[in-house]
């Protein structure tokens, strides 16, 4: 199965929760949870991931499906919410895989 994780990181995503979190700050953290659980998981082999921000294809695809689950959790750490918000052209990327 291929998981494809993508984050806006639009600046609007800076806002900040009551209790001091960023909209930013919950995605990445929602993210991480999901690999601490399918770590767990034993029917998880041949499983891919992708992670996409907002910037401009092709610097969007942060960590592709040959990327290892740590370059991709290392990769979603350094994602900032500065890019405009444009994911319109997100849906024209292709994927190869």
């Known amino acids: 199965m291929i998981y494809v994780f993508v984050v806006d990181t639009s600046a609007s995503m800076n806002q900040v929760f009551s209790h001091g979190l960023s909209y930013l700050d919950c995605a990445k953290s929602g993210i991480e949870h999901f690999f601490q659980w ?8 041949g499983n891919k991931y992708v992670l996409i ?3 401009d294809p092709p610097g969007c695809i942060k960590a592709g499906v040959h990327d290892s689950i740590p ?6 750490k350094t994602l900032n919410a500065t890019d405009i918000s444009n994911p319109g052209k997100l849906f024209t990327l292709h994927l190869i895989i």
């Open 53 to 55: 921000d907002y910037s």
């Open 71 to 76: 370059q991709l959790l290392l990769q979603l």
């Open 38 to 45: 399918e770590q767990r998981r034993s029917d998880r082999k």
